[in-house]
């Protein structure tokens, strides 16, 4: 079959082996690839998704799973800064201190504070 082909035979075994490996089509790979990105509510990016292809026994590699997600258009959310709130860079007075039995309106015991 080689000789037929143009190719060697390594080659040509090695052919088959990959096409093997790769069962899936491209429009089955995209559904999985897709709702594993869905389920993940679109923060996984490519390698955390082909982890989970593997796990559920998809036999891919992860360039396909980059290709494929560049071609879907899939970009996971980056999650949103942290914005601190608190300005302590001014020359306002700040408050004091209250401690609990103040707010309550006194207590028996003295406040050290």
């Known amino acids: 079959m080689s000789s037929i082909l143009g190719v060697s035979r ?3 075994y090695k052919w088959l082996k990959i096409g093997a490996l790769m069962a899936c ?3 089955e790979l995209d559904e999985l690839i897709r709702a594993s ?3 993940s509510r679109r923060t996984y990016g490519s390698p ?4 989970d292809l593997i796990k559920n026994g998809v036999h891919t590699s992860e360039a396909a799973v980059v290709r494929r997600m560049t071609v ?3 970009s996971p959310v980056k999650p949103k800064r942290w914005v601190n709130t608190t300005q302590s ?8 201190k209250l401690t609990r039995s ?8 003295p406040s050290f504070t």
């Open 10 to 12: 390594s080659g040509y």
């Open 25 to 27: 089509s491209e429009d």
């Open 37 to 39: 990105f869905e389920a």
């Open 48 to 51: 955390r998704v082909y982890q």
């Open 72 to 74: 879907l258009k899939l």
């Open 89 to 96: 860079k001014h020359d306002n007075p700040v408050a004091g």
């Open 102 to 109: 103040q707010l309550r309106g006194g207590s028996a015991r």
